[in-house]
């Protein structure tokens, strides 16, 4: 089946600094999944950050971008500099194709919990 | 106004219990999800609907049932709550047009 591996566990970064999450895909059910990223912020539901759906192209939003690579299979997440407001749980996900088995169904990464010091 | 509300957002329960979790959506999306999510585990699918009165199986259905008796709302039941169902568990709705899904708050649930 389809599935997201992404950086484990908690990141810290420093403010101002930058960061990188890593993730990587594998798809079974369709050559070019949709990928995406999503936040939750502390007591709230997860939010779109971005999306890629064509290879090779790149997404951005609030100063993170995500350039989907098809060669490497990867959707590393990645910002400049980051604030303390950044601080939140990522989860980098794939929209499957019909053989997932349930059509716009989503497979998740773990999460990526995100703690940016001042 | 969030568009994707649940309740409750905690919850206990005793082992052998009855739980039932609401969602409600005022986005107008036909599909509806329940997800939950659990240390080091992505978010899982548990049940989704294709609309009202449709429920579906996702990848791990068992111990679990779904309701979707309007567009708006879409129930996760526990008929016989077991403590390895205590986890988060998450309610989206999805757009089919832009592949999206919106996420409700979530609810903790805790079997004793």
């Known amino acids: 089946g389809d599935s997201v591996t992404q950086t484990e566990g908690q990141v810290t970064v420093s403010e101002s600094k930058s960061l990188i999450i890593n993730c990587t895909y594998s798809a079974t059910s369709i050559a070019y999944p949709n990928l995406f990223w999503y936040v939750r912020y502390p007591g709230e539901g997860l939010q779109l950050l971005l999306k890629?759906?064509?290879?090779?192209q790149k997404g951005s939003s609030r100063g993170f971008e995500a350039t989907y690579n098809k060669e490497t299979t990867s959707f590393h997440l990645q910002k400049a500099s980051v604030q303390e407001s950044d601080s939140a749980v990522y989860y980098c996900?794939?929209?499957?194709?019909?053989?997932?088995?349930?059509?716009?169904?989503?497979?998740f990464g773990a999460g990526t919990r995100l703690a940016v010091c001042p | 106004e969030a568009a994707v509300t649940q309740s409750p957002r905690n919850k206990v329960a005793v082992t052998g219990g009855k739980v039932t979790l609401s969602c409600n959506q005022t986005?107008?999306?036909?599909?509806m999800y329940w997800y939950r999510q659990d240390t080091g585990h992505g978010l899982r699918l548990i049940h989704y609907?294709?609309?009202?009165?449709?429920?579906e199986k996702g990848d791990i259905p068992d111990g679990y049932k779904a309701s979707r008796p309007s567009q708006e709302n879409f129930s996760l039941i526990l008929e016989l709550a077991t403590p390895s169902q205590t986890s988060v568990y998450f309610c989206?709705?999805?757009?089919?047009?832009?592949?999206?899904?919106?996420f409700g708050p979530g609810t903790r649930l805790t079997v004793l």
């Open positions: 996900a794939l929209r499957g194709g019909m053989l997932s088995g349930s059509f716009n169904k989503l497979t």
């Open positions: 890629v759906i064509t290879a090779g």
């Open positions: 986005n107008n999306h036909n599909n």
């Open positions: 609907s294709y609309g009202a009165g449709s429920t």
């Open positions: 989206a709705s999805g757009d089919p047009t832009s592949y999206e899904q919106y």
